[in-house]
């Protein structure tokens, strides 16, 4: 029996940040009451005429300036036609074509090194949704029909070959799109949508197996377990002598199985043709250098330079730059003076910590990046023991007050004087002559013990390093 490869062609769509839809000025929104958000343009009624949202083709050639494509200067819609109950005019808006969608020819770097390239960057409107009711038969819901849609599609051949890789793209790609702003990302929401079109052929051959397209998966993980099933089934049937059928299948998340759905429509069943009532775009040099212009930094970037600049490990940079706030969080820490180290290890430990607890964004809690700045300070200056730190960084989460005013307010500060840190130390080795007589029979390991009582005496606020010396020469006297 050959050794059977995996090869995934991905197409991922993405509702547009926008707040209208696309052809129409009907709000976007995620829920609400059904058919709610609905005109006469989007249930596409006779005699009406859509206007396309500039925001919506913004977005998209953002998108395809990032992932590197190739701007197509002219550029039209066509129209998809198949017939479907959530498809209230009979087709749907789209591009068709090589040259002809808003971005083609381009690619994305994964962070594994790995570059998967990217056949197109399309503009096209969304379908409603079909609802089976509880009471028996089913409703059509039109609220999400015409809102912008845009697709990405990878290139063939596949540079895709494992359902790691098929995970790792996906994560890289919507990490893109959420520092970009053009899309919210959440696939439990449905806005960020992934079909990856799976096939299988024997090691070395050249000629690609029949491929499978897997629908309605809705997490990373879905996407990565849809891909290692699917190979399996299809390397089962072959090496049964069987033959892969070319069709959708769908994917359930409980039974984590796929299932088939239907046999898949080739291109020319759409019968695209050139959308009559909508003009052709058009776009000048001056317009996309502005877009160019203001590109954020985008994740691969960042995480470069916080390594290579910033000196941070793998670890810390990909936690930091997972998410754009969080980065943009760090970023505006380190302008107000923070130590790069000191300020990632308080946010990706204690900050957290604490914000998954509570379920809030850093933004929304009541700790500002100065606060944090503040805090370090304290620490590095030696005005408190790291352990009094946390206790105030805690009260700072707690409470917004600013750190140096809650030291003052708890009489907070390290006690570096070496009075009061003897006195403590020479009171505990009083109270624990067992111990100290363990010592001097030779188990060193008690030394711990008494550190740490003496640093409750002092109420957590002594200097750590001078009580260790202290505690030291206490018990070396003779
Ligand atoms: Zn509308």
């Known amino acids: ?268 069943d759409y019968r695209y043709f050139p959308d009559p009532d909508l003009v052709p775009m058009v776009f000048e040099e001056p317009y996309i250098q502005s877009l160019r212009d203001v590109q954020p930094e985008l994740p691969l970037a960042k995480t470069r330079r916080y390594r290579e600049s910033l000196g941070l490990s793998e670890y810390d940079a990909g936690v930091l730059t997972a998410d754009p706030q969080w980065a943009d969080w760090f970023d505006e820490a380190l302008s107000l003076g923070g130590e790069p180290k000191a300020v990632c290890n308080w946010m990706n430990a204690d900050f957290a910590k604490l914000l998954n607890e509570k379920g809030l964004s850093a933004r929304a809690s009541k700790v500002t990046p100065a606060a944090l700045v503040e805090l370090t300070k304290l620490v590095e200056g030696g005005t408190i023991n790291g352990k009094t730190a946390k206790a105030i960084f805690a009260e700072a989460f707690e409470t917004g007050k600013a750190p140096g005013a809650i030291v003052k307010e708890q009489g907070a500060t390290q006690i570096s004087d070496r009075g009061p840190i003897e006195e403590a130390v020479r009171a505990v080795l009083l109270e624990n002559p067992d111990v100290v007589a363990k010592y001097k029979g030779g188990n060193v390991g008690v030394k711990g013990f008494l550190v740490g009582q003496a640093m409750r005496k002092t109420g957590g606020r002594a200097n750590p390093g001078l009580v260790q010396t202290v505690v030291q020469e206490e018990l070396d006297k003779p």
């Not at 040259?99 to 998967?116: C, E, H, I, M, Q």
């Not at 079909?130 to 809102?147: I, K």
């Open 1 to 268: 029996m050959p050794n059977y490869v995996v090869s995934v062609g991905m197409e991922v769509h993405a509702e547009l940040a926008t707040a209208s839809k696309m052809f129409c000025r009907c709000p976007v929104a995620f829920g609400g009451e059904p058919n709610t958000r609905t005109c006469p343009v989007c249930l596409g009624l006779p005699g009406t005429l859509p206007v396309p949202n500039q925001k919506a083709v913004e977005l998209v050639l953002k998108t395809a300036l990032a992932l590197n494509c190739t701007i197509a200067m002219h550029s039209i819609f066509h129209r998809k036609n198949y017939f479907y109950p959530d498809l209230p005019k009979g087709y749907q808006v789209s591009q068709y074509g090589d040259t002809n969608p808003l971005g083609y020819n381009g690619y994305l770097d994964l962070p594994s090194g790995k570059r998967v390239h990217i056949r197109r960057v399309h503009l096209e409107e969304d379908t409603g949704k079909l609802m089976h009711l509880p009471a028996g038969g089913s409703g059509v819901d039109y609220n999400r029909a015409g809102t912008p849609l845009m697709e990405i599609v990878t290139d063939f051949p596949p540079d895709i070959e494992s359902p790691e890789d098929a995970r790792e793209y996906l994560v890289a790609l919507r990490q893109i799109l959420l520092y970009l702003g053009v899309c919210d990302g959440k696939m439990e929401e449905g806005s960020l949508r992934c079909e990856p079109n799976i096939s299988v052929r024997p090691e070395g051959s050249e000629t690609y197996g029949t491929k499978s397209e897997l629908k309605n998966l809705n997490s990373f993980r879905a996407v990565q377990l849809g891909v290692a099933t699917e190979k399996v089934r299809q390397t089962a049937l072959l090496e049964a002598g069987e033959r892969v059928l070319q069709e959708t299948r769908g994917w359930n998340d409980v039974k984590e199985t796929s299932f088939p759905m239907r046999v898949k429509e080739s291109e020319n």
